[in-house]
């Protein structure tokens, strides 16, 4: 009993805590160091980048983690402010707090303490702190892209890579004799494109007395360097690359080009007059002396009749005002403009549509035509019909088409004739399956009727006369035909 009591008396006068000293050093502030200074020597040991280990932080919660991240940042921050407010305060006699480093983090880190913690803010929330840096992690790229890139590829490899699209660099193919394979190879895959690349990798770095003889002896890559030269325009280049194969007339051809990119009327007649003299064949030669004539006759066309609008002098140029002008225009609108300008005038004027028609020896057809499309848009019936008509060495007129009476009749329909005009020239086309569709495609009765009358055909005649108008001239003429 006497024990028991004593046992109690010592529990109740014992105790785990030692009184204050000075010299103590066991106090909370070196526990706190001590705990720190063990934390610090776990980094040493335990890789950063292990999943299977948890740093834990003052708090108790991951280091890591998003709550933990906003967590430090915040109590930093707000350490920092509460410590300069008490110094302001208490001036020189508070205490000094102990300053809390920033934690710099990045979004690695982020994401590895999400997967630990199951309650945590969102992450926009955490990003929306602007005094840290957050860093999203660096995907490293599939090992197959970096084939692109390669410098080990065979010139027939990088001709297959380009045709299927891939980026190849064709830099590393230094030597003449590497430049020579690659295009070899891009001529036997018969890829236009490819074969274009390679022709421009070469013109950039080869000279230019090497590039052409050696394209000299592959025609097909001669040819595709001649034609993208002439897409591009590199003028220069193509001449250079022609004279060196001697091909005069195609280097005349190419100079004449040059006339499409002067503006100047009078610039361009002087430089087609120029054009004369080169080296062309004895067809081009024509064609040339042909342009500079028209051009010349346009020049003089086009101050005349600029004149006589502007003066008022003339009834066709009140009555139908010119769109466009004559200048640089083609022989076959020159020669519509004269028709419907000039179509009276004397052979010996410029602007006669027969002078056109003898300078230029224009066919019969296209003269027929474009005259006829002229006389028929100004609708001059009779200058249409005189058009066709034509007299033999007894005196007997006879109308005559070289282009065919039923083209005649589409242009004149289309010119919205009359029916009496149309069902003129229906008559004379000379098939009679073509004149019966043309007949009744443009309600030409009269033609028609005549038709199956002369090919008694009575059954067409009748099923025909339900298709006109009750009362009127076609179906008494229809009964008139059926009663006989």
Known sequence: MSRARADEEEYWHSSKFRAFTFDDEDDELSQLKESKRAVNSLRDIVDDDDDDLERVSWSGEPVGSISWSIKETASSSTSSL????????????????????????SLS?????????????????????????????????????????????????????????????????????????????????????????????????LRREILFRELEVRQVALCHLIHFLRETGEQKLLLDLLRF????????????????????????????????????????????????TLLERQIIIEANDRHLETAGQSEIFRKYPRKASILNMPLVTTLFYSCFYHYTEAEGTFSSPTNLKKTFKIPDKQYVLTALAARAKL????????????????????????????????????????????????????????????????????????????????????????????????????NSILNN
């Open 82 to 105: 509460e410590g300069r407010d008490s110094s302001l305060q208490k001036g020189s006699s508070s205490y000094a707090a102990f300053p809390k480093q920033v934690s710099s983090y």
């Open 109 to 205: 880190s982020l994401f590895k303490g999400r997967n630990k913690l199951p309650s945590f803010q969102s992450l926009s929330d955490a990003l929306s702190d602007t005094g840290v840096k957050n860093y999203a992690p660096e995907l490293r790229r599939p090992k197959a892209e970096y084939k692109d890139y390669s410098n080990d590829w065979s010139p027939k490899d990088t001709v297959r890579r380009m045709q299927r699209g891939k980026v190849c660099s064709l830099e590393r193919f230094r030597s003449l004799q590497d430049k020579l394979v690659l295009l070899d190879e891009a001529v036997a895959g018969h890829d236009g494109n490819v074969i274009t690349a390679v022709l421009i990798f070469l013109k950039r770095t």
């Open 245 to 292: 194969l001697d091909r005069t007339e195609e280097v005349a051809l190419s100079q004449y080009r040059e006339h499409l990119n002067i503006q100047d009327v009078e610039k361009r007649r002087e430089f087609l007059k120029v054009c004369i003299g080169l080296p062309f064949s004895a067809e081009d030669i024509s064609h040339i002396q042909d342009h500079y």
């Open 379 to 478: 609708r001059a019936w009779d200058d249409v019909d005189a058009l066709f008509t034509t007299k033999n060495w007894l005196g007997y007129t006879k109308k005559k088409a070289p282009i065919g009476f039923h083209r005649v009749v589409e242009i004149l329909q289309r010119n919205n004739a009359p029916v009496q005009v149309l069902q003129e020239y229906v008559r004379l086309v000379e098939d009679v399956e073509t004149r019966l569709n043309l007949a009744t495609k443009y309600k030409c009765h009269d033609v028609v009727i005549e038709t199956y009358r002369d090919l008694k055909d009575r059954i067409q005649l009748t099923a025909y006369k339900c298709k006109v108008e009750r009362g009127s001239a076609e179906e008494e003429k229809i």
